[in-house]
Structure formats: structure tokens, C-alpha cells
């Protein structure tokens, strides 16, 4: 008899045969005790169940995590370049960031302009990072100079109501 096709093949299903398994031992361990240890043992059996049931939690979302893309890095070509207008680049501290570009492992200028975008709505640095995949060094330089046009372009606009 080939049993390969009838046993689960994806976690949730082993999972499930091993609840049913241990809820099998735990009937068989309470049918087996003494009267008078009934309740000890049922209690033990919870417990067991309790933290199976959690530890079984736990590696199944560390499972899936491990599965899941972390961040998205966006293409280098392909860009929706009329997001980089001069109103929307203005304050993109070019001169900063050139010497950053030179290596060998530099985003391309499609890259950074979309981080400056992001930087400008207020994503920090770490989120750039993380999405973007640019260096903390770049990310943290755009952040900055984002937080000053922010501050300037407020400033200016507090002018204009007076």
C-alpha cells in the first residue's frame, strides 16, 4: 500500500496529524492513569498542548517570514520619470550625494530620485533602506537634506500667509 499520496504534504497538514497524534496520546494517558492522578495528568497533557501548540505558532510565522521578499527594490529602468520634475527634485543635494554615486555598487539616478521623493513625504532613513536598498549613508543624507527643504519650503510658506 503506497501511503505517499495520503500524507500531508504542507506544514498546516503535519501540523494537524500532529495534533491529532498528541490528542490521541493524551486520551490514551488519561485512560491509562489511576483514578486518583486523573487530574494531574490532565493538567500535564494541557500544559504539553499549550506549549506545543505555541512553539508550532512560532516556527510556523518565522517560517513564513523567512518566505516572505524583504523589501522591494525598485527597477532601474522603468521609472515613471515624470515624478522627477524640478519642483519635486528642488533641494536634492546633488553635490552631497555625487561622491556617494562613484562606486561600484551605486544606485542609479532613477534610485535616488524616487528615495528623495520618499525622503520628502517622510520615510526615514531606515525605511529607504529597507524598500530602496540604497546604503544607511545615502539614505541617511537624503533624509536629512529632505528634513531642511521641508523646513524651508514651510518657512516660505508661513512668509507668503503673513
Known amino acids: 500500500m ?85 519642483e519635486t527634485l528642488r533641494g536634492f543635494p546633488a553635490q552631497t550625494i555625487d561622491p556617494m554615486t562613484h562606486r561600484p555598487d551605486a544606485p542609479g539616478r532613477n534610485s535616488l530620485y524616487t528615495a528623495w521623493i520618499c525622503a520628502t513625504h517622510g520615510c526615514d532613513a531606515g525605511w529607504i533602506v529597507h524598500h530602496l536598498g540604497l546604503s544607511e549613508e545615502v539614505a541617511r543624507t537624503l533624509v536629512d537634506a529632505a528634513a531642511r527643504q521641508r523646513e524651508k519650503c514651510h518657512a516660505e510658506e508661513q512668509r507668503r500667509q503673513e
Open 2 to 86: 503506497d501511503l505517499a499520496g495520503h500524507l500531508p504534504r504542507t506544514a498546516e497538514g503535519a501540523v494537524a496529524l500532529g495534533g491529532a497524534l498528541f490528542a490521541l496520546i493524551g486520551w490514551v494517558a488519561l485512560g491509562l492513569s489511576p483514578a486518583r492522578d486523573r487530574f494531574v495528568v490532565g493538567g500535564v497533557v494541557l500544559a504539553l498542548a499549550v506549549a506545543l501548540l505555541a512553539a508550532v505558532t512560532v516556527w510556523l510565522h518565522l517560517r513564513q517570514r523567512a518566505e516572505e521578499p524583504h523589501g522591494r527594490p525598485l527597477p532601474t529602468e522603468g521609472v515613471d520619470e515624470t515624478w522627477f520634475t524640478p
